[in-house]
């Protein structure tokens, strides 16, 4: 089984890729990319978001059966490239967002996925796109990042 | 038994320790030449410091990244004394040395008053029981993050470090050049003189480590170019673009997954197991039965070779649980019972005496007026969980009589103990590797996942192999905040304030439950009284003449563990929501009611009015900051970790339930090391207050936790979350806490707010209209 990730084909061990598995941990257990969570296994959270042909999805019960022939983005691969930052991930630095960070990753998706079909969203556009659980409470300085990276 | 007996008694146990110990002096905490030996071109100045030969300052960190901002902060203090740039300090594992211990933790933890600690104001008993309990703690040398108390142990100690270095430096540049120090300068690390002489730190340090110091100098306030601005955190940039390693995200060449089944009831175990239908599934290696571990409730573990594989495994065996030998936990008959010990010690004058002041009044009664008003409630707080985003789990490995474990931990010693003696080595043959902690908020203070992943992996061969556990796990599986109830009485004299206070709180002490688990070599056959039970209650700064403050301490058989802000996290809702119970009842505004109640303590009533003014209070500025047709203001004052908070939450209610608009929030940390962080705290410590103040609950029946994962447990997202403002009194002394500090006000102010629109008074925990 093959899986197209950031922009690469990636070969999955054929012993251990079950077309019931979760693309979630093919990602973090079978390609060691780690930068996708697991927060709660039934897609609640958000942690575990990524782009599947550039819609933000949560991986965590997402089967690899149903990504057959479609292009997966992680946040490995949400930068440009040549050193430069997604305007998100710039906009999540000047605001300071982090703090644990562990959600971050998936609501940085979450983020790039509505500002790619939403280039100015509103309040209520946010609240409705980012549902994300982030346990250290960095949802005001989300809001300020994303209204800022929109500009 | 009191506590003026119980602190005597103690000092006098210790009583020929203090004096042989007063004798020698203070044990230093900056350490030698050889805390930390050369390796790779690095040369230690202290035990704190080393200097590369390319001149970036390597800093032992010992305190564990959970998003609070402590490894900024302490690079901040280092960066400061040694004049080079943030971005020039490089953290580097502390180790185990006791050098690495938490001594203001500790200390933090006695049952004073602040007012008898207050600098400039301290009572014997207080700076003795201060001294022993630092010393104690510094022999111990126990390395724990939590206790809001990174910044404020790391103050002096660090600035020293740094500042000692800086001197070898300087010196050992004065020496070479044969030019006086006092001409020396130092600009980001390169040290200089106005002949043009200048040589980097990484040039001067093999020198440095044999230049003795000479007088080490703090460099003065006015000085500062680092501390007290928001800096940038320096762990952000991985946190953004998935680089960032938390415990999950170990990756070992041949490493294994386990995923874990406790018993469902808490206190439980695994009778009759049948593994075949895990084993059949592919993937799946082995079943290991796990004992409890440092608290833990019995489990299986299934290892697999993706955590997948694992956990289909684990949900696939057939187990007969059994319940708990004391039988089944119930939380809704201990709350009750919590109720009736707290009402009956109240009745009898049992419980201990956390603080008193004041002769008992024979009759709250003065000759010939009207009969005092007296106000009595009850008070009940739930059990809960702590949910940290990142799900409970450590990394292992047991191969050639040497271990090693990964682990997101807030207490690199304890976990190392229990991996030694899980596998049966010596604490010398075991590493741990600290990783960035996915949240803590005072779970990872335990270390039950490490003994069972150590376990585990005495069963894998020699892999290293990576435990984790589910949300369901976690939530049903935790070390809980302890259920309270408090019955609380006043009564007011002629001008509406309260003459008299009297509080009796029950349940479970937290501190000895977790030293039994984490520490049991300290523990002894007696629990003492843990002050976390009372604190927020006996602690207050209101002039009340009268006060009687007393705890009973149960044992609920519940798993207990710190939740952050621990007794604070329910307390300030009983003393702050009563408090504003009397103002209604004495017919004054709850914030004037307040300040009059502030007497001699200026830091409370310069956080209060800064409160007050900021967010518009009648009286203070309301014209600048009208409040919305249908929203209402409450506020809370509270201190806690050393530090003062005012909170004034705005809401309004929508759909029946409450919603808050914005949380105006006044504090008072001592020195603020960075703005930017003690910001974020603010907003992190009221979301997380305010889940809890709108939702948080455990319950359990029949021994099995209710809840399990988001849907069933759920927390405050992004469409409810409030504006949040964080305004600092500027203040010179020492820092305080930051972490924890702006949970405890949360839920009272709310709920004073919902009284302010409904007229209905909450007096439980979630506030449920």
Not at chain 1, 39 to 63: E, F, N, Q
Not at chain 2, 591 to 611: C, D, I, N, T
């Amino acid at each position: 089984m093959e899986i197209d990730v950031n922009g690469a084909l990636r070969a999955l061990p054929e012993a251990l890729a079950d077309p019931a598995m979760p693309l979630l941990y093919a990602l973090r257990d079978l390609l060691g990319l780690t930068g996708t969570k697991f927060g709660c296994g039934v897609s609640s959270c958000g942690a575990c978001t990524v782009h599947v042909d550039g819609v933000a999805v949560r991986s965590c019960v997402l089967p690899l059966a149903a990504i057959t022939g479609k292009r997966v983005v992680t946040i490995e691969g949400l930068a440009p490239g040549g050193g430069r930052l997604h305007p998100v991930q710039q906009a999540w630095l000047d605001h300071q967002v982090p703090q644990c960070g562990y959600c971050q990753s998936g609501v940085l998706m979450a983020a790039a996925a509505l500002l790619a079909k939403n280039r100015n969203p509103s309040d209520a556009e946010i609240d409705a796109a980012i549902g994300n659980v982030c346990r250290c409470g960095t949802y005001p300085r989300m809001r300020d990042a994303i209204r800022a990276a929109a500009n | 038994m009191r506590r003026r007996t119980l602190l005597v008694s103690g000092l006098g146990a210790a009583g020929a320790l203090v004096l042989g110990w007063a004798a020698l002096p203070p044990r230093d905490r900056v350490g030698g030449l050889d805390s930390l030996p050369e390796e790779a071109g690095a040369i230690g100045l202290n035990g704190w410091i080393k200097i590369a030969d390319d001149g970036v300052v390597l800093l032992a960190m010992n305190r564990s990244e959970m998003g609070q901002g402590t490894h900024t902060a302490l690079a901040m203090l280092v960066a400061e004394e040694l004049d080079v740039a943030l971005a020039r300090v490089r953290l580097v594992p502390a180790g185990h040395d006791r050098l690495y211990g938490n001594v203001a933790m500790f200390v933090g933890n006695l049952p004073f008053h602040p007012g008898e600690t207050e600098p400039g104001r301290q009572t014997n008993v207080a700076r003795s029981g201060q001294w022993v309990v630092a010393k104690v703690a510094r022999e111990l040398g126990i390395n724990a993050t939590g206790g809001s108390s990174s910044v404020v142990d790391a103050w002096d100690v660090l600035r020293l470090a740094a500042a000692t270095a800086r001197a070898r430096l300087v010196g050992a540049a004065s020496i070479a050049w044969k030019l006086p120090v006092g001409e020396l300068t130092v600009t980001e690390g390169v040290v200089g003189h106005a002949s043009g002489a200048q040589a980097h730190y990484g040039e001067l340090a093999r020198m440095a480590a044999a230049t003795p110091p000479g007088d080490v100098l703090l460099k003065p306030r006015a000085q500062w170019s680092l501390i007290g601005t928001a800096a940038p955190r320096i762990d952000l940039p991985a946190k953004v673009d998935g680089t960032a390693r938390f415990g999950t995200d170990v990756r070992l060449p041949g490493m294994l997954f386990a995923a874990i089944r406790h018993c469902p009831m808490l206190g439980g175990s695994a009778g009759a197991v049948d593994v075949a239908p895990a084993l059949a599934l592919p993937g799946v290696e082995r079943v290991v039965r796990l004992g409890p571990y440092a608290g833990s409730t019995a489990a299986l573990a299934v290892v697999g070779q993706t955590w997948w594989h694992a956990q289909r495994g684990a949900q696939a065996i057939r187990v007969e649980w059994q319940q708990r030998p004391a039988g089944p936990l119930d939380s809704a008959a201990i709350v009750a019972s919590l109720e009736r010990e707290a009402r009956a010690a109240d009745a009898a004058g049992a419980g201990f005496t956390f603080f008193s002041r004041g002769e008992a009044p024979d009759d709250a009664r003065s000759a010939g007026a009207v009969p005092l008003r007296q106000v009595e409630q009850l008070y009940r707080a739930p059990y809960l969980a702590h949910a940290p985003m990142e799900p409970i789990n450590c990394t292992a490995r047991v191969a050639g009589g040497q271990v090693e474990v990964w682990a997101p931990t807030q207490v690199p010693g304890l976990a190392r103990d229990i991996a030694a003696q899980v596998a049966g080595v010596p604490v010398e043959a075991v590493t741990v590797h600290v990783t960035y902690l996915g949240c803590g908020f005072g779970r990872r203070l335990d270390v039950d996942f490490v003994g069972q992943a150590v376990r585990i992996a005495q069963e894998t061969g020699g892999r290293p192999v990576q435990l984790v556990w589910s949300r369901e796990e976690d939530i049903g599986h935790d070390f809980y905040r302890p259920a309270g109830a408090a019955l609380l009485r006043a009564t007011l004299g002629a001008d509406g304030l309260p003459l008299t206070l009297a509080i009796t709180s029950a349940g479970d002490a937290i501190t000895p439950r977790w030293m039994e688990r984490g520490i049991p070599y300290l523990t002894g056959p007696v629990d003492t009284p843990d002050k976390t039970a009372s604190e927020g209650l006996y602690d207050q700064s209101y002039a009340i003449p009268y006060q009687r403050i007393r705890h009973v301490a149960t044992k609920s058989g519940v798993p207990v563990g710190y939740w952050r802000s621990v007794g604070h996290s329910h307390n300030a809702f009983f003393s702050e929501a009563f408090i504003d119970e009397l103002a209604h009842a004495a017919g004054q505004d709850p914030l004037a009611y307040r300040l009059a109640m502030l007497q001699g303590v200026p830091r409370h009533r310069a956080v209060l009015e800064l409160v007050a003014e900021r967010a518009g209070w009648p009286g203070h500025g309301e014209a600048r900051r009208p409040l919305p047709a249908g929203r209402a203001r409450g506020v809370a004052l509270h201190e806690s970790f050393g530090s003062v908070v005012a909170q004034v939450v705005e809401a309004s209610i929508e759909n029946g339930r409450p919603r808050v608009h914005r949380v105006v929030c006044a504090a008072d940390v001592g020195t603020v090391v960075n703005p930017g962080i003690v910001a974020q705290q603010m907003e992190s410590a009221v979301i997380f207050a305010l889940s809890a103040a709108l939702y948080g609950r455990i319950d359990i029946a029949g021994g099995v936790v209710r809840q399990s994962n988001f849907p069933n447990y759920p927390v405050v997202r992004l469409g409810e979350s409030p504006l949040i403002e964080t305004h600092l009194v500027p203040s010179e002394r020492a820092p305080g806490g930051v972490g924890e500090i702006g949970t405890p006000p949360l839920a009272p102010a709310l709920a004073n707010a919902l009284f302010a629109l409904t007229g209905k008074r909450l007096r439980e925990l979630p506030l449920q209209l």
